[in-house]
């Protein structure tokens, strides 16, 4: 780093000065990068996440930092908070200016827009369920299109409905909601997504977006974590507590990564 600034000292045109300080940025970005995972902002303030110690750190505009050592930061939900897991993993919540409060406070987002409407329903007749799939387009003047994308035959099946626990869903293109259909079959459940079908002891749908499902006696979320967990807890935004076989205490997060 010295030898660089030596060499700028010495350069005797502007062009040559210039192509130096960019040669210095590049080395020191290159450098910052292989330090850090991520960075995000929020407010004031920047949240970085280390890339060897994989733990986060909160740095202020003059980017110095005011908290360090943090398992787990991210965004609570709509709100203007953070939902963070401090050094010794205890799940706290920060306002705006980064005090501590007990429950984030929801806002409400509009978002405007030309939007493409969604429809799934389960229709039948004697034999199977069909599942039709509703295009609405008439905002772009191309109407309304229906098609059956999937039939399942009856047999062994008492119930069949989506993660919302009817036989309708409805989304649009800025809201995708999971298209998977949960099967009744009066001693266990199957989870059907495309052609495979899961088979689970029993299964949550408190949050569709997020279903808790058991086997034999542990417990997993489908397609978010193994099925290996004594509790799980349900997800407060971003995280779910556990404990596991070993007795281990922690969170996971909607990735499924352990903290």
Request: glycine share 6%.
């Amino acid at each position: 780093m010295v030898t660089f600034v030596y060499m700028i000292m010495l350069a005797t045109s502007w062009k040559m000065k210039k192509l130096i300080i960019i040669i210095l940025t590049i080395i020191s970005s290159s450098s910052f990068s292989q330090e850090v995972g991520c960075i995000f902002h929020f407010n004031d303030f920047i949240i970085i996440k280390e890339k060897n110690s994989k733990k986060y750190k909160i740095l202020n505009s003059e980017n110095k930092t005011i908290i360090k050592d943090l398992k787990y930061v991210n965004y609570a939900g709509d709100s203007n908070s953070l939902q963070v897991l401090d050094k010794n993993n205890n799940l706290i919540y920060l306002d705006s200016n980064l005090k501590r409060i007990n429950t984030p406070k929801e806002v409400i987002i509009t978002v405007c827009g030309t939007l493409v409407y969604y429809k799934r329903k389960i229709i039948e007749d004697n034999r199977n369920y069909y599942i039709e799939f509703i295009e609405d387009k008439s905002l772009y003047s191309e109407g309304v299109k229906k098609s059956i994308v999937d039939t399942i035959p009856k047999i062994g099946i008492k119930k069949i409905y989506f993660a919302n626990s009817s036989k309708e869903i409805f989304y649009d293109g800025y809201s995708d909601f999971p298209t998977y259909l949960i099967l009744d079959l009066g001693d266990k459940f199957g989870i059907k997504q495309g052609d495979l079908i899961q088979y689970f002891d029993y299964v949550d749908l408190k949050n569709p977006f997020a279903i808790k499902v058991k086997k034999k006696d542990y417990f997993g979320y489908y397609g978010i974590t193994d099925i290996k967990y004594k509790k799980l807890g349900d997800f407060e935004y971003n995280l779910a507590s556990f404990t596991d076989k070993k007795g281990n205490i922690g969170y996971i997060d909607l990735n499924g990564n352990e903290y």
